[in-house]
């Protein structure tokens, strides 16, 4: 069974609206014939999408031929098409073969029943739908498989048709191109004979007007010129039975002329042809012509006449054309000689010779009807001015009109100059389409028959030309390994790239055999160098682990010699202080004594310095009651409001640089909270000390916000200043003991670099954070939270 392929569905709705399209602009083969395409797109959605979407647009697009030919005739035979192309498709069998094979069987059946049972169209009428539909169907299959294919080179998607061995793809080619060029010489074949039989239709009907125009004006002169003759002999007698016997020997030359008479200068009858005609007349009080255009008309102009077509009167009613010439005595009117002609002669042009239904109209120049074929339906004299064959006349729209009676035919159109009026000859519309629709027939069945056989032909040339190839693909399938095959004695049946294939992996195979003795050599110098591996892993193991626990030991006595000097630090810190604070004392005494100048300044110097120590050393037991775990906080309340606001006010007034501001904004907050306000303040004024030595001119920011958070209150503390700043890259580093920006900084503004050591692990100790930000000259900001 084929896969279905997954593509987005908008393409569906393509596909719909493509098939629609291509129903509804049909396309014509020929007058009368014209083909859809729809069905094609319906194929491709098939092979891509699957039966159902490929069956309702073939269903949809077909309801589409309804504004074309008012009923759906096609819907169920090419519903039924894509449901045999499933079919062939599920079963692995040759989807494009059936699907011709179908048109040529079922299909043309069920168009045919179809077309029977909705049309009111004549017999050759609807045997020329049965065959269009059948060719059309084989021309929407072949053209739906070559989209399929355009569509999958085009999004690189494939179908089950396109997983096939070569014998199958390189039989569908050659079948696919034969088809493809068998078709268009079809169509080419009935266009080329279509045009060919209309020409010849054109070229018969040309003849045969162009006949009829010829011995209708032979006619009429014909009989002129035997009227000249006859008045010429008359003019050489005066007795009237000498001119009776011209009359009658000119009657009976001329079986056209149904009568014959002279006439004197004032109209009076003078004798007739035949002569009982005249007692008739004057039976009949008929005597004079004088009323009679074709004696006005020459009297007045002296010229010979032609009547238009009337019904006689007086000497009988048959259908008649008259035709007169004058008598001149000494270039004076003295008379006129007059013949009516029967209109026999029309039924003999009426011919048929191709078909029973092939006809004449003759009509004259007011557009009356001269003589028509009795199954075109005009009657004599009607009036052709509102008629569709005059319409057609005026503005021909193709070779096709339609008579009174409705039939349908081929015409042809030619005037008579000399007697002003026109022909027009036809041949049944049915014969031409009757004669195409067998030429189509042939070409149907010879095509189906020719794809049939050019599939089985085109199948046994690919399995002939496939044949090395399989025998190739067999001898490698034999082959447990490469090492075993062997192709010296393989037919190439002297095809070049078979010769090439084969030469090539009879080389990989001699290849693969000095490859595969060579890595057996390997693979046992690889077992001793694994052996020797394993041995070195061993060991190498053994010396790792007597290494780790070295490193362990020297860790532990490390960490045991580093927690001593923490204890002993924490422990002394006691011992420490107390000398220095009395040191301090002592020097703060002698200076308060009365001592000289100089010797202030010395103590003074003592007591910065001894200060200075102080620090140093507060700092340093500090670092180390925080490394030993001794330093414990506090939990009292109080306000850090008040305890920020302290620290700001401290160093404010302190504060000796004036092109250095301080500024503390915070609203005030007299919120109590539990905390260490000593550790709280000595971050503060590490923060604030930093700040100012490091800022030699601008402005160092305090802020102080709070949030409540699960009924606790978080304070976050900003400290900024617009100093030197330091490096992004060494920000990190600001928090390791003894640590400053670089040992410039050192050697101009002092300090141990422990502060913010110190401020780190207090705040941590209080299950807070500090962070800072910075960049050169443009100063820092510490945030402690």
Known sequence: MFSKQTL???????????????????????????????????????????????????????????????????????????????????????????????????????????????????????????????????????????????????????????????????????????????????????????????????????????????????????????????????????????????????????????????????????????ESLLKAARADDVITVVDRSYFNVPKAQLKPFVSEVFQGRGFGDDVIVALSTPILKDEKFDGIIEASLNLQLFSELDTHLLDDLEGLLLFDKQNRVIYASEHYGYQFLEDLTDSRVLQWIIEPQSYFSLTKSGHNFIGKHQIIDALEWQVVVGLPRAYYENTIANYMLVVVLTLVLTLILIFYLSEYISRVMTKPIRALSKRLSDAAHPEDLDLADFETQNIRELIEVTTRLQEFSERSKATLAALAETNIAKEHINQELKTLNDNLETIVTQKTADLNTALDDANQANQAKSDFLANMSHEIRTPMNGILGILDLLIQSDVNSDQKEFLRLAQNSANSLLVLINDILDLSKVESGKLEVESIPF?????????????????????????????????????DPNRVRQIINNLLSNAIKFTSEGRVNISLNSSTENGHITYTLEVSDTGIGIAADKVDELFDSFTQADSSTTRLYGGTGLGLAICKRLAELMNGTIKAESQIGEGTTFTVR
């Open 8 to 274: 987005p569905k908008y393409w569906l709705i393509v596909f719909f609206v493509l098939a629609c399209l291509l129903n509804y602009f049909h396309i014509p083969l020929f007058s009368g014939t014209d083909l859809i395409f729809g069905n094609s797109i319906a194929i491709v959605v098939l092979l891509y999408f699957g039966l159902l979407p490929a069956l309702t647009i073939s269903i949809l697009a077909s309801l589409v031929t309804i504004l074309i030919w008012t009923v759906p005739i096609n819907t169920i035979p090419m519903a039924m098409e894509i449901l045999v192309i499933h079919w062939a498709l599920s079963r692995n069998r040759s989807a494009l073969l059936y699907g011709v094979i179908y048109w040529a069987t079922l299909g043309w059946i069920l168009v045919y029943f179809l077309v029977y049972l909705v049309s009111d169209l004549p017999e050759f009428s609807n045997r020329a739908i049965v065959i269009k539909y059948a060719f059309n169907g084989i021309l929407a299959i072949l053209f739906g498989f070559v989209l399929a294919r355009l569509f999958g080179s085009i999004t690189g998607i494939s179908t089950a048709q396109n997983s096939r061995n070569v014998s199958q793809i390189l039989s569908y080619q050659l079948f696919m191109l034969v088809a493809i060029v068998l078709s268009i010489v079809a169509i080419s074949g009935l266009r080329f004979i279509q045009a060919q039989r209309l020409d010849d239709i054109d070229n018969y009907l040309e003849l045969k007007a162009a006949t009829a125009n010829d011995r209708i004006e032979s006619h009429v002169q014909q009989h002129q010129k035997a009227l000249e003759i006859a008045k010429s002999l008359l003019l050489k007698s005066e007795d009237k039975s000498e001119i009776q016997n011209i009359l009658v020997n000119l009657k009976d030359t001329y079986p056209s002329i149904l009568t014959l008479l002279a006439a004197d200068k004032d109209g009076n009858i003078l004798v007739t042809a035949p």
């Open 639 to 675: 306000s850090m409001f008040e305890t920020v606001d302290d620290s700001v006010a401290f160093y404010s007034s302190h504060l000796q640089n004036k092109k250095l501001q301080i500024s503390f904004n915070t609203k005030h907050d007299s919120t109590i909270c539990l905390g």
